[in-house]
């Protein structure tokens, strides 16, 4: 059964850091057609992509985040880690793991809370 849970949440003030980890459990882990991502949903909008990793190591971000959030994961493909510094009260939004893998398959964690205050 796959199972992806993410921890690391919290609350910061602006200008700090937090890194969060998604815990990568069943078959995944040995699928190499899987990318892993990370997607923040804020009040009232729509889940958006932030960042996702490929298995050959390539990364990409989406702009409002580039040179401030890195994506890595634990070369097991265990654990997925998203670092996040400078982090800016629009930042605030609950952050969710992901995988996408060939015929369709998609998996997803149930979100951390990240909240930024000035």
């Known amino acids: 059964q796959v199972q992806l849970v993410e921890s690391g949440g919290g609350s910061v003030q602006a200008g700090g850091a937090l890194k969060l980890s998604c815990a990568v459990s069943?078959?995944?882990?040995?699928?190499?057609?899987?990318?892993m991502a990370w997607y923040r949903q804020a009040p009232g909008t729509e889940r958006e992509l932030v960042s996702f990793?490929?298995?050959?190591?390539?990364?990409s971000y989406k702009d409002f985040v580039k040179d401030r959030f890195t994506i890595s994961q634990d070369n097991a493909w265990g654990t997925l880690y998203l670092q996040m510094n400078n982090l800016q009260t629009e930042d605030t939004a609950v952050y969710f793991c992901?995988?996408?893998?060939?015929?369709?398959?998609?998996?997803w964690g149930q979100g951390t809370q990240v909240t930024v205050s000035l």
């Open positions: 990793i490929r298995r050959d190591g390539t990364t």
């Open positions: 992901a995988a996408t893998c060939s015929w369709d398959r998609n998996y």
């Open positions: 069943g078959s995944i882990r040995d699928d190499s057609s899987c990318v």
